[in-house]
């Protein structure tokens, strides 16, 4: 039985087969589906540092304005409705909330009282929020999980 000879190498076909694309296309899904997860959630981690910024700054200013007009200020959760004028209610990013408890004062020296505030996104605890003297830094904090030590 008699073998024909090789084809000369100009003689083969140019460019990628078929399975060869189709297994770069696998591997760029694989890549895709292990990124994206992690990506999604670097984003949320951002959009609550954000807002956890936002609420700290708008903190801020109340304390100023304490102080500088020495009127003390009650800072209440996003769901109460202002009775008085000396109380006030921080408005953050539309689908986000907070709940401060108990209530936040801020005497007229720009003091505050200790409280926790809890940010919420869609009614879903993300950021939970400690202060603790009187200068009214947050410091996050996770809380005590019942059963653990």
Aim: proline share 7%.
């Amino acid at each position: 039985m008699l073998m024909s000879p090789a084809p000369p190498r100009e003689a083969l076909p140019k460019g990628y087969s078929l399975i060869e694309i189709l297994v770069v296309l696998a591997i760029i899904a694989l890549a895709t589906a292990l990124v994206l997860p992690n990506s999604s959630r670097l984003m949320d981690q951002a959009m609550a540092q954000a807002v956890f910024f936002e609420f700290q700054r708008d903190l801020l200013a109340l304390r100023k304005q304490a102080n500088r007009t020495q009127t003390a200020l009650v800072v209440k959760s996003a769901a109460h409705t202002p009775s008085g004028p000396a109380e006030r209610v921080l408005t953050l990013r539309a689908g986000w909330t907070y709940e401060v408890t108990p209530a936040l004062l801020i005497d007229d020296a720009g003091a505050c009282s200790p409280a926790e505030v809890v940010i919420q996104r869609d009614e879903a605890d993300l950021l939970k929020l400690r202060v603790t003297n009187a200068d009214c830094q947050l410091i996050r904090y996770l809380p005590e999980v019942s059963g653990r030590r």
